[in-house]
């Protein structure tokens, strides 16, 4: 069945670069997301990436997909205390049309 | 402001009581779906509808029912709640015309049922 999995826990320091990796099974998968939660709070879509596409870079974000392997990753440069959240993967063949299958999430945590 | 309403935002009950969450969106979407987050398990999905008086289950549907009416509404409805239903409820819609842009999520509902 279909399954994303990723490391619960990611600890950087302030300035440093984020790199939150997801690896998923559903290879029919046409989009991927990262989506975040920031505590108390509900998901917000940080930035999603086609399945035919290997990167996609907004502004201190940058998506890498290696769809051979079914490695998704999340790069967040020059991290900073407001980016300290819960970060989900999710996949979707329609867009979330039919639903999206989501990761654990990863806790991001900033050490100053 | 597009947006997507659940309702009530807070809620303690006690098991057996009935209960329903009520799900609102402004988008005119096509699709609407329920979850269910807890600790160390992510988002699941419950229920999801892709157009009016069309429904189907996700992942965990035990124990709930929905309805889809109206293309607006997406009610989740706890027929005889039980403890393991203790949870944080997000609804979410999309729309069929625009896939990319997934799925926007409500502020969720937290349920404690005892």
Not at chain 1, 13 to 37: A, F
Not at chain 1, 70 to 82: E, F, N, P, V, Y
Not at chain 2, 41 to 67: C, W
Request: glycine share 8%; charged share 20%; proline share 4%.
């Amino acid at each position: 069945g279909e399954d994303v999995e990723q490391s619960l826990f990611l600890s950087v320091r302030e300035g440093d670069s984020s790199v939150i990796n997801c690896t998923y099974t559903d290879s029919s998968s046409t989009y991927l997301y990262w989506y975040k939660q920031e505590p108390g709070a509900g998901l917000q879509l940080l930035t999603y990436i086609f399945s035919n596409m290997d990167m996609k870079q907004d502004q201190r974000l940058t998506v890498l997909l290696n769809k051979k392997d079914k490695h998704l990753s999340l790069r967040i440069a020059d991290t900073q205390t407001g980016d300290s959240a819960i970060y989900f993967c999710a996949e979707g063949r329609r867009g979330g049309a039919d639903g999206l299958t989501f990761g654990k999430g990863t806790h991001l945590i900033i050490q100053p | 402001e597009a947006q997507v309403t659940q309702n009530p935002r807070y809620l303690i009950t006690v098991t057996g009581k009935k209960l329903t969450v009520t799900c609102s969106q402004n988008m005119n979407h096509e699709y609407m779906s329920w979850y269910r987050q807890d600790p160390g398990l992510g988002l699941r999905q419950i229920y999801y509808s892709m157009n009016v008086e069309v429904t189907d289950k996700g992942d965990v549907p035990e124990g709930y029912k929905v309805s889809r009416k109206e293309k607006r509404n997406f009610p989740l409805i706890l027929e005889s709640p039980s403890p393991n239903q203790t949870s944080l409820y997000f609804c979410a819609s999309s729309s069929r015309t625009s896939y990319f842009e997934t799925q926007y999520f409500g502020p969720g509902t937290r349920l404690l049922v005892l």
